[in-house]
């Protein structure tokens, strides 16, 4: 009997643990992922969060053009980071990200938090006639590395729309991680050599921005201009009882005997 309950704890114990941990995983959307093979000791998976950025500018009453929203980028499942870098790129004439110092901040728990560190560098440049693209990076002092971890902030970056769509048209961008190629890659974390670059895996970002119809007000329950039957049916049951009751007011009555 002991030994069952002993068992029957354990088992209680080991489904908190995992428990425990599928919370702090990040759920990923069913975007294709891309990934290399480093020689590093560790292995990283950028993403961006939210994945899916939807939004819907009413037309013609409303615009979203100057307005902001923030997505982070952030590391999962990740081992031996003493350093990362990644560069981001979207289209230029739908978002623009007008100060990388101030638009670009660390994000919710900082994977070298406490850490020192040189500081996040960031800047933003021309990646071709169509796309503008965010280099941003930090290392730690003496190849330090960062605990292992399964999900961490790198970064939030606020952008600012650009365009509306117009009415039935929908204007979307990848929010893309590009990676470059082998012995110049341009997303990586490093191990504590800071020469060998890790496992890495990347999860891109999309933004859309559709345009729809502003909503239309609901129907009146109630008579607008015109009488219901059941209007009808009350008006000749009041007047039904009106009558009756003068005629019965009009009718003689009898002298008392």
């Known amino acids: 009997m002991r030994r069952e309950s002993r068992g029957l704890i354990l088992l209680c114990i080991i489904a908190l643990y995992i428990a425990s941990a599928l919370m702090f995983m990040p759920a990923f959307s069913g975007f294709p992922s891309r990934s290399y093979v480093g020689p590093g000791t560790g292995k990283a998976t950028f993403y961006v969060s939210p994945q899916d950025t939807n939004k819907t500018s009413n037309k013609p009453t409303s615009t979203l053009t100057g307005t902001y929203f923030s997505v982070e980028v952030r590391l999962a499942n990740h081992s031996h980071v003493a350093s990362w870098q990644f560069q981001l790129i979207w289209k230029k004439a739908l978002l623009n990200l007008t100060d990388p110092v101030k638009n670009v901040t660390k994000g919710p728990n900082y994977i070298f938090q406490g850490i020192p560190s040189t500081g996040l560098a960031t ?27 399964t999900n961490n902030g790198l970064v939030v970056i606020w952008f600012m729309i650009l365009m509306d769509p117009d009415l039935g048209q929908t204007l979307s961008t990848l929010l ?6 082998a012995e110049s890659h341009r997303v990586w974390t490093m191990d504590t050599s800071a020469i ?21 007000p609901p129907p009146q329950s109630g008579p607008s201009g015109s009488i219901t039957p059941y209007v009808i049916i009350g008006i000749v049951v009041v007047a039904a009882v009106v009558v009756a009751a003068v005629a019965y007011l009009k009718k003689p009555k009898k002298p008392p005997p």
Do not use: W
């Not at 893309?176 to 190629?181: I, K, L, P, S």
């Not at 999309?206 to 239309?216: D, M, S």
């Open 176 to 181: 893309y991680f590009a990676e470059g190629t």
């Open 123 to 149: 800047s933003v440049y021309s990646y071709n006639d169509t796309h503008t693209r965010l280099l941003a990076f930090e290392a730690t002092y003496l190849g330090v590395e960062a605990p292992d971890g």
């Open 196 to 216: 060998d670059e890790n496992n890495c895996t990347m999860l891109d970002g999309y933004y859309e921005n559709k345009g729809i119809q502003p909503p239309q």
